[in-house]
């Protein structure tokens, strides 16, 4: 897919609300996915149990959204790839969750402020939002982000994320952070005070550790990653020999040619890598 033949995923957008009381919610996961795994794909399940329970919204559909290939990040394998990835995970796993390849098919690195106001766009202004449960009006759906615990860890570190793009995506947008074992929330919340009631921290009761990085490395390895990743996503990598050595396609330099390897990026867990270079893109 190119910019000139996109259309914007709504298969399994739900259109119309079940509940007539509860907000019509939409979650959206950024990261690579280079590749995905079952915590990706986990977080969606519990965001929405948790929306169920612990809100009054009501989700009305999930979104993947890999990165571009802008992102020149260390072990990121071509967006191709990564979209198709995604598409088998979410087809073969699950009913309810899409993946839009609007962010990986741009030719430059996308914020994660524009990627939400993208969906916004799309959902709220081109689809006209949600039809209420009455079926008589129609209401704009609430887009929220969807990410694990480091992003918080990034958000709360000075100087890596633009205050205007906190601001954006913490009190337009809102987040749901996926808690993980070893980070202390309490910190991490401690500066983004002004937006903690757009902020839902979410236990993962059992906790998963898989990450992308770690798949890569078995896979280089010889070793064996089932029952990590799903199976079409396993036989994808097999078939594409994707991840089993240095040079196998997987973009490591920047377009210098110079190395990215040592590049500060945020640890692959739960919506691995959600955009550190947020600030400095916004800049410039």
């Not at 519990?46 to 929306?51: G, H, P, S």
């Not at 205050?163 to 929330?185: F, P, Q, V």
Request: aromatic share 6%; with cysteine; charged share 25%.
């Amino acid at each position: 897919m190119t910019l000139d033949n996109y259309r914007f995923p709504a298969q399994r957008l739900r259109r119309q609300q079940q509940d007539q009381n509860r907000i019509p919610l939409v979650l959206v996961a950024c990261g690579s996915f280079s590749p995905i795994t079952y915590l990706h794909l986990r977080m969606f399940e519990l965001a929405n149990d948790y929306a169920r329970i612990n809100t009054d919204y009501e989700v009305v559909g999930g979104y993947l959204s890999p990165v571009s290939d802008a992102y020149k990040k260390a072990g990121l394998a071509p967006s191709v790839h990564r979209v198709r990835m995604c598409e088998l995970a979410a087809e073969e796993t699950s009913r309810w969750l899409m993946v839009d390849s609007w962010e990986a098919i741009q030719p430059d690195y996308m914020p994660t402020a524009k990627v939400l106001d993208h969906f916004e766009h799309e959902i709220n202004g081109v689809l006209g939002g949600v039809l209420s449960a009455d079926g008589r009006t129609r209401r704009p759906a609430k887009i929220m982000l969807l990410a694990g615990a480091d992003l918080i860890g990034t958000m709360s570190t000075p100087g890596v994320w633009a205050e205007k793009d906190l601001d954006h995506i913490l009190g337009s947008y809102g987040a749901m952070i996926i808690e993980r074992s070893g980070t202390d929330m309490d910190d991490a919340l401690a500066s983004l005070r002004p937006w903690e009631n757009n902020i839902h921290v979410i236990d993962p009761n059992i906790q998963n550790n898989v990450s992308s990085t770690k798949i890569r490395l078995l896979v280089r390895r010889g070793l064996s990653i089932e029952y990590l990743i799903p199976e079409p996503v396993i036989r994808y990598i097999s078939q594409n020999g994707l991840y089993a050595g240095e040079n196998d396609g997987i973009r490591n330099t920047a377009s210098d040619g110079s190395n990215v390897k040592g590049k500060q990026l945020v640890p692959e867990s739960g919506c691995e890598d959600a955009q550190v270079q947020d600030k400095q893109d916004t800049a410039q």
